[in-house]
């Protein structure tokens, strides 16, 4: 891991700051160019969009890698862009991953549906069961897969006795920190190889752009950029400088995000009307002791049980003024959906009780705004 030399605000906003050449642009320039001019005759590599080195992708890439604690980074053109090549990174046909069964639905997918086309197999794990991570390993295992915290009931995963099995058996360990960014917990810091981070989300923060990224060991950043240059995944230099552009305010907005999160559940839990409230931030959260342990923030996702099912559920979404009823999270503005129509549509609703997702269950992801005013808004839309 390369040491980081200055505090996350510090690093968000100037990456290794450096003294500037008069005359100069403070902010940085959009180089919206696809490819370069080389020397003739130079056999060193080219300057091109595809290939993810021109100026706005480098600079982003490093920048992110700083704050990961990562060798090296490198963006791709949506969450989902990075779980897959980083998958393919690490695993061949024949080979066997160990994924946690609390991720994303679109992951989900993916592991079941393409990556089983390339002749590779998946067992998942209960993470709440943590000796069946060993108990999985056979001969072919070459990776595990965690997202931490979970979408949407906010569960954490413990990485210490996953990273205890993977280095064991010499595994690799892919986390999907997505749901924290690097402001509120490091993979990397807790025995992980591998970080994947859908950039739609926090990193840029504006609900305005789709992006995802890789980061770890230089070796491994080297595969998932080969992969992207053959398979095409790379991000446009203007993509890049509005993921830059937002990462430079993700300490003070995850600050914002923090409190939100907190303050909203802590209110939540006192509502007659909601039955019950997922947060790391509070005591009646499952892994609140581990949360107060590895997290330095805990985010703006609270899931809310809403007395009354789907009825009361819907009536309180058609109330909102504020909180606008859309899909995605992690953006300045609090956004609330229903995971039974959208992350855990393909599931029945008995399959999703059971994972702690009933009828009722909406997903809030808390914005930026005055704190009083996004309660203000689920007060009246409970009809208080
Ligand atoms: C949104 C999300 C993804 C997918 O990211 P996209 O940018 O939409 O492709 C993956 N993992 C998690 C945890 C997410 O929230």
Request: aromatic letters at 6%.
């Amino acid at each position: 891991m390369s040491p980081r030399r200055f505090g996350f605000s510090t690093t968000a906003i100037h990456g290794i700051p450096r003294r500037r050449p008069d005359w100069t642009p403070v902010a940085p320039a959009l180089v919206q160019s696809s490819t370069f001019t080389n020397p003739v005759g130079s056999e060193e590599e080219v300057l091109y969009g595809r290939y993810g080195n021109t100026p706005n992708q480098v600079s982003l890439a490093h920048k992110y890698a700083l704050l990961e604690g990562a060798d090296d980074a490198i963006f791709v053109s949506s969450g989902m862009g990075a779980t897959a090549l980083a998958h393919l990174a690490v695993l061949r046909p024949g080979d066997h991953l160990i994924s946690s069964s609390w991720i994303y639905g679109g992951t989900r997918r993916l592991l079941d549906q393409e990556l089983t086309r390339f002749g590779m197999d998946v067992t998942y794990v209960r993470p709440d069961q943590p000796r069946l991570w060993r108990r999985s390993v056979r001969k072919a295992t070459r990776a595990v897969f965690v997202e931490t915290p979970t979408n949407p009931t906010m569960r954490l995963v413990d990485l210490a006795p996953i990273s205890q099995v993977a280095t064991e058996f010499g595994l690799a360990l892919l986390v999907d920190a997505t749901f924290a960014s690097p402001i509120n917990f490091r993979p990397l810091e807790h025995g992980a190889d591998v970080v994947i981070t859908s950039a739609t989300k926090y990193l840029n923060g504006h609900s305005d752009v789709v992006a995802g990224a890789v980061a770890g060991a230089a070796s491994l950043v080297e595969e998932v950029s080969r992969l992207m240059r053959l398979w095409g995944q790379a991000i446009d230099p203007h993509t890049a400088w509005l993921v830059d552009r937002g990462l430079r305010t993700l300490a003070l907005r995850m600050e914002r995000h923090n409190a939100n999160g907190l303050a909203v559940a802590q209110w939540a839990e006192e509502q007659p009307g909601i039955t019950r409230v997922h947060y790391p931030g509070l005591p009646s959260h499952p892994e609140h002791a581990h949360a107060l342990e590895v997290l330095d923030g805990f985010g703006g996702m609270v899931g809310l049980e809403i007395k009354g099912g789907i009825k009361a559920a819907e009536r309180l979404l058609k109330r909102l003024k504020l909180i606008t009823h859309a899909p995605s999270l992690a953006g300045v503005e609090s956004l609330v959906s229903e995971p039974r129509l959208t992350s855990h549509a393909g599931m029945t609703p008995e399959a999703r009780a059971a994972i702690g997702i009933p009828d009722g269950f909406i997903r809030l992801s808390c914005g930026v705004e005055d704190v009083e005013d996004i309660i203000g808004d689920l007060g009246q839309g409970l009809g208080k």
